[in-house]
């Protein structure tokens, strides 16, 4: 119940294209969805986070879609960026617990 | 840069050996997270402080303890440690007990040879 499942595992997207990835999720408790960027030899960075009362949250060039009844979310990147080769993690947080369960990743090429 | 510092980055071993990683917060931020991230498991919480206090607990073996200390920095401590360990070791800091935004440091490298 704790899981977060994430899609794909690897996406290939051209320079100006949308990237997308999805999540869902199981666990009714959880409360606030997070997506992290991780760069190799890095840390994950976080890049933006949603609550489940609001049903898209934007800014800039990424959109997080969150759909409560279907307990799924998902990252939409507009114009990608070579820059934004990446993994991208999805992740949620229980109220209880406080930490959060991470997706599996999605690794992200952009290529120009 | 997050504002978190973890000290080694790398670290290599053998099996059986003791380590200590080490992890200072942000300014001001009392929560300490520690997460290990493998191949196959993915990032993984492992144990949560909060200004000195225990929080929470994820897949944690029993071979590993952590604390925080006074001055709110964290140590997570691994034991007789297996090849099945090698793994990067993150830790993560909030400004409090129940605030969403995680910060992750660069994480420390462990290699069980």
């Known amino acids: 119940q704790q899981q977060v499942k994430q899609s794909p595992q690897s996406l290939i997207v051209q320079k100006g294209g949308i990237s997308i990835i999805n999540c869902a999720y199981e666990?009714?408790?959880?409360?606030?969805f997070p997506w992290y960027q991780q760069f190799p030899g890095k840390g994950p960075a976080l890049l933006i986070a949603?609550?489940?009362?609001?049903s898209e949250k934007k800014e800039g060039r990424f959109t997080i879609s969150f759909n409560k009844s279907a307990k799924q979310f998902s990252l939409h990147i507009m114009d990608s960026q070579p820059g934004d080769s990446a993994t991208y993690f999805c992740?949620?947080?229980?109220?209880?617990?406080?930490?959060?369960?991470f997706g599996s990743g999605t690794r992200l090429q952009v290529q120009p | 840069d997050s504002g978190v510092t973890q000290t080694p980055k790398h670290l290599i071993t053998a099996t059986g050996q003791r380590v200590t990683l080490r992890c200072s917060p942000r300014s001001g931020d009392l929560s300490v997270y520690w997460y290990q991230q493998s191949l196959d498991q993915g990032l993984q919480f492992l144990i949560h402080y909060y200004n000195g206090e225990e929080r929470a607990k994820g897949n944690i073996l029993e071979r590993f303890s952590a604390q925080q200390f006074p001055d709110l920095h964290s140590e997570l401590n691994l034991s007789s440690l297996e090849l099945g360990d090698s793994a990067l070791y993150f830790c993560?800091?909030?400004?409090?007990?129940?605030?969403?935004?995680?910060?992750f440091g660069p994480g420390t490298r462990l290699t069980v040879l």
């Open positions: 993560a800091s909030s400004v409090g007990d129940y605030i969403n935004e995680q910060f």
């Open positions: 992740a949620a947080r229980d109220t209880g617990r406080r930490a959060l369960t």
């Open positions: 949603i609550r489940p009362d609001v």
């Open positions: 666990n009714t408790a959880f409360d606030y």
